[in-house]
């Protein structure tokens, strides 16, 4: 076999997939055939929004850079064939909508056996979300307001209460992600969003706002609606990708009075070892978090139209929608 299938995004929301030569191999680097990868929502930023994007088409395989695979061949890295492994590469090198790619080993994680693969999927993207909850201070008896119940939000939901959370709010206008949120245990969910949410928001909280909100959506709206949301000396974790690379309005008086806290959350790739992924499997593993929910739709690489279109449309109760090679 010479050829894989690839897929390409030619436009602004146009994907197709083609025939295109395998990889050749390299010293120093892993050739791992996908065997599933699933679309996040940067993804979704990247080819609908044209963040970060010069000129199309993308590379073949570019942005996915959710993956699970085996190891063809090593590269004199120490991985062996065989191997199953979780390809997280950073957003830059990303091919993981190609059924091999080649990939620096730094960006990989062993995996164990016996465990769904769609399960062990997951990992990446709860492991962005464990390296983002690292950066936060001790959430004993506060209040935490998540925009966004998709698969992020939800995942988030899961980790703030491992860290002591007193009370989640989630915000959610699709009702089975809101569902979905109610099943990770939020305190409240509110099924509205702009002003009617941060109204929700300031009667939960007696008009003082939340103690740490999480931007799990990714649009300047929803940024501007965290400086509503927190409280005085409260935090905001920005984790939405950017719906742009241009300049966008802020809030900066509010920003000001407030005296918040904010930060992005972006590069949990380039810790080395990638622990925050590592500690994702292992609640996997050990069943601490249920990803039979999450895995929603999948879809053969072929079909990679679709599945973009089912996951930017957020119909049909979509989670996380995956594409097997």
Known sequence: MTKMPAAIATGLGQWTCEEIPIPSTERGKVLVKTNLASICGSDLHISYMGWNVAE????????GHEGIGEVVEGGDTGYQPGELV???PAIWQSK??????LIDPQFLLRLPSGIPLSHLLMAQQLGTVVF???R???LVGKTVAVIGQGSVGLFHDFMLRKMGAHKIIGIEPVPERLAAGRNMGIDHAIAVTGDEATEAIMDITNGEGTDLVIEAVGSVEALNQ???????????????LPPTAERI????????RKCVQMHSVFRGQDEPGLPAFQLAVDYIKKGDIDMAPFVTHQFPIWDIQDAFDL???????????SLTF
């Open 226 to 240: 965290s400086l509503d949301l927190v409280k005085i000396f409260g935090r905001i974790a920005a984790f939405g």
């Open 96 to 101: 993981c909508f190609a059924e091999f790619q």
């Open 56 to 63: 199309f088409p993308l590379p073949h395989g570019y942005p």
């Open 86 to 88: 979780l390809t997280a």
């Open 132 to 134: 983002g909850c690292q």
């Open 249 to 256: 309005p802020f809030d900066w008086d509010m920003f000001f």
């Open 311 to 321: 996951a930017n449309n957020r119909t049909d109760g979509a989670l996380k929608v």
């Open 136 to 138: 936060l201070p001790s």
